[in-house]
């Protein structure tokens, strides 16, 4: 039996992960739980799984849930100190990562010096304090086991063969709900529009993050960090059919690319039951009928985010951190429509360009560079754009 504690339970990653823990009741229990504000879901979560420890973001929603669970053996709490209880809770040997945004660095940290193996969602944690947070599992023997398909996807493709071997890492991208729109079309984009992704069904932020090809951009940072791997051998390609979730080209010319369907269970399960497969979590994949699979380079122009993201990474020290706060910035103005799609990538840019990047040295150095990217990404649009 692994015990596991589940950051983010009530998101979009994190219900997938308890749906994989509700199949295998044999193979897995959920020692603690933590979400953001959703408190009526958190309360259903308690009561099925029954975990000794849940935590929530606000104290007056945690006390809520101390009266209407106060018949269950489970103890409640609340903010950042709570999130830090369930990450590193005593008896969970894995930590499921999936709150969004750095939000969830805190906690993961916390997690890693607990000394619990990481089940990785969240990639902000890696794009924001990567060169920390792998210094910290090295100095530890913490394993990561990533979440996300096209890093989950990368992790098994290694398997066939040496690091020294290694060519480039290819991660695949759907393109989104607007390839091939032209960029008058992109700037009466709406938020509803870009909320509808062809393939994949995810959580708000992330969705908007495929649309701009952001969510790309931060998986790059994020292979950098995971699997040592230079910016300039890891590649993207646009595959709208989102089967061949990505690729591991070799040395000798042999491209190893892992393929499924669009369903984060796999990816999930293969994190918890590492090195063990378990039968029937994901939907067959029936080739003959899904006839012809695409690919097509990721136009920089339209989507200039990628582009950002591979800067940021070659600047290096806090830039990261800076991208990725002015992303979160931008896409919640653009949700709340105040301010248009294509206003997202110049925020960004803005600020990336308003940004000395310095070394980090400590987390509080990554969290400093997050707070001024979003104190500058507010600014730019007050000032440039409101």
Same mark, same amino acid.
């Given at each position: ?22 199949? !295998?009741?044999?193979? @897995?229990?959920?020692?603690?739980? &933590? ?7 958190? #309360? ?7 975990? /000794? ?7 007056? &929603?945690?006390?809520?849930? /101390? ?7 489970? *103890? ?47 990639? #902000? ?10 210094? #910290? ?7 990561? =086991? ?8 990368? !992790? ?11 060519? *480039? ?7 989104? +709900? =607007? /390839?091939?729109?032209? /960029? ?26 495929? &649309? ?14 995971? !699997? ?66 695409? @690919? ?37 103005? @653009? ?5 248009? =799609? ?16 310095? +070394? ?12 001024? &990217?979003?104190? #500058? ?10």
């Amino acid at each position: 039996m692994k015990n596991i504690s589940l950051l983010g339970s009530t998101g979009s990653i994190g219900q997938s992960t308890l749906s994989v823990v509700e199949k !295998f009741p044999d193979r @897995f229990s959920v020692i603690a739980l &933590a979400a953001g504000n959703n408190s009526e879901l958190l #309360e259903k979560q308690i009561r099925k799984f029954k975990p /000794r420890i849940a935590a929530i973001s606000g104290e007056k &929603a945690a006390e809520g849930l /101390r009266k209407r669970c106060g018949d269950l053996p489970v *103890r409640i709490l609340s903010g950042i100190e709570g999130m830090i209880q369930v990450a590193a809770a005593e008896e969970a040997s894995i930590t499921v990562s999936a709150i969004v945004g750095t939000a969830g660095l805190v906690p993961t940290m916390a997690a890693i010096r607990a000394g619990k193996d990481l089940a990785l969602a969240n990639k #902000e944690v890696l794009v924001t304090a990567g060169e920390l947070v792998m210094a #910290e599992c090295r100095s530890r023997g913490i394993r990561i =086991f990533p979440v996300d398909s096209e890093h989950s996807a990368i !992790f098994q493709c290694l398997h066939a063969g040496a690091h020294k071997d290694i060519r *480039r890492l290819i991660l695949t991208a759907s393109g989104g +709900p =607007f /390839r091939g729109h032209s /960029r008058k079309e992109l700037a009466k984009v709406t938020p509803a529009q870009a909320l509808k992704h062809p393939n994949w069904s995810m959580g708000k932020k992330i969705t908007i993050d495929s &649309a701009t090809l952001m969510n790309k951009g931060l998986e790059v940072i994020e292979a950098h960090w995971l !699997f040592g791997m230079q910016p300039d051998r890891i590649s993207v390609l646009v595959h709208p059919q989102s089967i061949i979730h990505s690729m591991v080209e070799y040395s000798d010319g042999a491209v190893v690319a892992q393929l499924g369907m669009p369903d984060m269970k796999g990816p999930i399960a293969y994190a918890l039951s590492y090195p063990e497969r378990l039968d029937g979590v994901s939907p067959a994949l029936d080739l003959a009928s899904l006839g012809t699979l695409t @690919f097509e380079e990721p136009d920089l122009e339209r989507f200039p985010c990628l582009a950002y993201a591979y800067d940021a990474i070659k600047a290096g020290g806090s830039m990261p951190a800076v991208l990725s706060a002015a992303n979160e910035v931008a896409v919640k103005h @653009f949700l709340d429509e105040s301010i248009g =799609f294509t206003d997202i990538p110049r925020v960004i840019k803005a600020a990336m360009d308003a940004h000395t990047p310095s +070394p980090l040295r400590t987390v509080e150095d990554a969290l400093k560079a997050d707070l001024w &990217a979003r104190q #500058e990404a507010e600014g730019i649009i007050k000032d440039r754009l409101g």
